[in-house]
């Protein structure tokens, strides 16, 4: 078994280094030569002969390479989110795509919390001044005892984010229509209206697709109270980056914080990034030797089920990966 690993030296050291050795003892693994990303043609060229790609975040699973690349059995990404992935070109070329397990919650949510506190406190642009040896301008900041929370999207990360919440003092606000409300002491589910208008920081925690696309636009940051506090980790394309940049501009955001965005790897944009009151992060939000681990690890684990002739866990498109199945059947003779 050939396994073609993505990552390029950076991210394998911080994403997969402890993991690597696990993976070369049940494969033959060929690594990223070079010190970047791959682009698609250039995979396509690393990877002839391979068996199973295991893809960085960054890289995507384009229809041309499952086309281009015939050897290819399985295409494993070590992370959650597959959106850059053309899971049905895949399956037309009948390539198997999987994804990790969802080990960043704790991670990411505390992340969260952290920007909050950056962004209510002041704590980066004061620090920066301090640092160059400048008197810091004395900006007063917000306590979050007693303050309200809003989170849109009651999944895994917004559920534990709201007991972080709760726990330095604030009301947390809830709003996900496609979740029981769970009556968890401290948190009252409501109408997404009444969330905007009341909460004083909120978190669009929803999860990427068309219909959450600019979830936060205009029309929502307009019904805020002046100076709420915006925080997103989870994807970028849920904020209106423009409506988002007029609203800090003109005070009706009181601070920004940013995890991820929509520049490449779905960082912060740098033009929103560089506003006044913005507190940005490169997507670190699963960047814990914890998360990268587990989340390598996941790989490995998926790489030993199709050494030993197992679906792997997590599987998008099992029904449809012929080309795995003809593997087994080769090497069964």
């Not at 390029?8 to 010190?35: C, K, S």
């Not at 015939?70 to 070590?78: E, G, I």
């Not at 989340?295 to 080309?323: C, M």
Request: aromatic fraction near 4%.
């Amino acid at each position: 078994m050939r396994v073609f690993l993505t990552h390029n030296p950076e991210d394998r050291e911080a994403y997969y280094g402890r993991a690597l050795p696990l993976l070369t003892r049940i494969a033959g693994v060929v690594q990223n030569p070079f010190d970047h990303d791959l682009s698609t043609e250039a995979l396509i060229d690393a990877a002839q002969g391979c068996d199973v790609i295991v893809a960085h975040r960054s890289t995507p699973g384009e229809a041309v390479l499952f086309e281009r690349v015939p050897s290819l059995v399985a295409f494993l990404r070590c992370a959650v989110d597959t959106s850059t992935i053309d899971v049905d070109a895949a399956s037309a070329n009948g390539v198997l795509v999987a994804r990790a397990d969802k080990t960043f919650v704790a991670s990411t949510a505390e992340l969260a919390l952290g920007l909050l506190l950056d962004v209510a406190r002041n704590i980066t642009v004061s620090s920066a001044e301090f640092a160059a040896g400048r008197t810091p301008v004395q900006r007063p900041g917000r306590q979050l005892q007693g303050r309200t929370a809003g989170i849109i999207g009651f999944g895994s990360i917004g559920s534990h984010l709201a007991a972080l919440l709760v726990a330095v003092g604030m009301e947390v606000l809830v709003h996900d229509p496609f979740v029981a409300d769970p009556r968890v002491e401290g948190v009252s589910f409501v109408g997404l209206d009444e969330l905007l208008c009341v909460a004083d920081a909120v978190f669009p925690l929803a999860p990427g697709s068309a219909d959450t696309e600019n979830l936060i636009g205009a029309p929502e940051l307009a019904v805020m109270r002046r100076g709420t506090l915006l925080i997103n980790v989870s994807r970028g394309e849920l904020l209106d980056e423009s409506a988002v940049a007029d609203a800090v501009r003109s005070g009706q955001l009181g601070g920004l914080g940013l995890d991820v965005g929509r520049a490449a790897d779905q960082r912060p944009s740098p033009e929103l990034a560089a506003l006044p009151g913005v507190v940005a992060t490169p997507h670190l939000g699963g960047l814990t030797p914890e998360n990268a681990d587990a989340q390598a690890s996941s790989s490995v684990e998926q790489v030993e089920a199709i050494v030993a002739g197992v679906v792997p866990p997590r599987s998008l498109n099992a029904e449809h990966a012929t080309r795995l199945h003809a593997l087994w059947d080769r090497t069964r003779r």
